[in-house]
């Protein structure tokens, strides 16, 4: 009975992190901290209404679903830009933005405030509802 314990406790622990990392992956988050984002840091001119930037790395699949989901839903919005970084070749910019995992998506407003970020594979519906909430 005592040798069942530690493998209990192991699945207890790895149950909970598998929770926790489903719920935090691809989910939009409102940031308190409004940090500005230039054109100049970007290399792209800042969107009209958003500006979406997304980080990535080269070997990264959920990076390549994000970017055609991102593509998608910004090909009709005019005033929505869409820009993708390649994390690796920009640690600099990294280290500054605090980006911790690739993909992660900044929602940035026309002035180049950060007001959302999604961390992991965002779903369309969140990206719809973030976009529709900048002003």
Request: proline letters at 3%; glycine letters at 6%.
């Amino acid at each position: 009975m005592k040798s069942l314990l530690p493998i209990a406790i192991v699945l207890a622990l790895a149950t909970a992190y598998g929770l926790w990392y489903q719920r935090t992956r691809g989910k939009v988050v409102v940031k308190s901290d409004k940090g500005l984002i230039t054109e100049s840091m970007i290399g792209v001119a800042l969107g009209s209404r958003a500006t979406l930037v997304q980080f990535s790395s080269a070997f990264c699949s959920p990076c390549r679903a994000t970017r055609a989901l991102l593509e998608d839903v910004t090909a009709d919005m005019a005033d929505v830009v869409h820009t993708e970084i390649d994390a690796e070749a920009n640690l600099e910019l990294v280290r500054t933005l605090d980006i911790r995992s690739t993909p992660t998506t900044l929602f940035l407003d026309r002035n180049g405030h950060e007001v959302g970020r999604a961390m992991g594979a965002p779903k369309r519906d969140q990206v719809l509802s973030a976009i529709s909430a900048i002003r």
